[in-house]
């Protein structure tokens, strides 16, 4: 949960001086220098600070006054406010910050705080259950700087790929949560070391806790405010598409694809994710978005509602069998 150390009920505006807004509420601080912003601000409003730094003001504000009001549901802003790019750009600094700095500095300093011994195996089994927690988080966050950012950039460019923001998972915040909430549990339930200083062990424990608050406010601001906003962009971009007239050809030749192509086309409507049509004709998550490029890019066309359309046209299924 969020902690209770980011609920102010105050709403910041662009008019507000910026070192007013981290001096009200300290933990917002991380969030400014995520934006790309650095100290110095002098006088300088909100406003001011996010046009010298060619971050959008109102996309800013958003996550600062849904993050810093407790991540609750009446914060969360339309998602025609919000700019992807400058979105983009908090989120892939997010990713460095917990990939580079946060999740590293708490295993250093689990490692110089737990006392190893040959008697004693209970430290290593934390640091064990500590680095499965980091590699978890390590591939879902590679994941999406791999895939899914560069399908936001891509549409934002006018070069959809086959991809949807509907194929993204996002479980992970919530297996995430859970296991540092169980590893919180762990170490002040059942650790005790009495060589090893209260102080640094209370200081490893703090810093679990603060992790574990924010993994929980970026999961919340990619689904409550990426995730809308990107379905909004493909949405526009779709109906770009779908106001570029084809060739007859291209919507009733099912000769255009390949029998793997037309496998392909046939999971898609029939509600199947990649991963999961990847498993049942045993190739490769990668070759099947390389297929549904080239679907994509033979058809011209980029949705699922539209790659349904042409599979009931050309034969591949029946209506009955997508009720």
Sequence with gaps: MISKNY????????????AELINRQYSLLQIVSRFGMSLGVGEKSVSEVCREHNVDCSTFLAVINYVGNGCRQDFIPEPETISLPSLLK??????????EY???????????????SSSNEFPLLILKYYDSFFEEVRAHLDYENKTVFPHVDALLTHHPS???????????????D????????IIIRYYSA??????ALNDVLSDIFICNEELNAHGLVEENLFLPAVKLLEERASEENESIPCCEEGISDASLLSPREKEIVIGVVKGLT?????????ISLNTVLTHRRNIARKLEIHSPAGLTIYAIVNGLVKIEELE
């Design 178 to 185: 859970g296991k540092l909430n169980e590893l919180k549990n």
């Design 90 to 99: 908090y989120l892939r600094e997010s990713h460095t910050y917990f990939l």
């Design 274 to 282: 990649n991963k999961e049509i990847a498993d049942k004709l045993y």
């Design 194 to 199: 009495p060589s090893v200083s209260n102080y």
């Design 7 to 18: 609920h102010t009920t105050h709403l910041f505006r662009p008019t507000d001086l910026m």
């Design 162 to 176: 086959s991809f949807t923001i509907d194929a993204f998972d996002t479980e992970h915040d919530e297996t995430a």
């Design 102 to 116: 946060s999740l590293p500095s708490i295993r250093r300093k689990l490692i110089g705080t737990v006392n190893y």
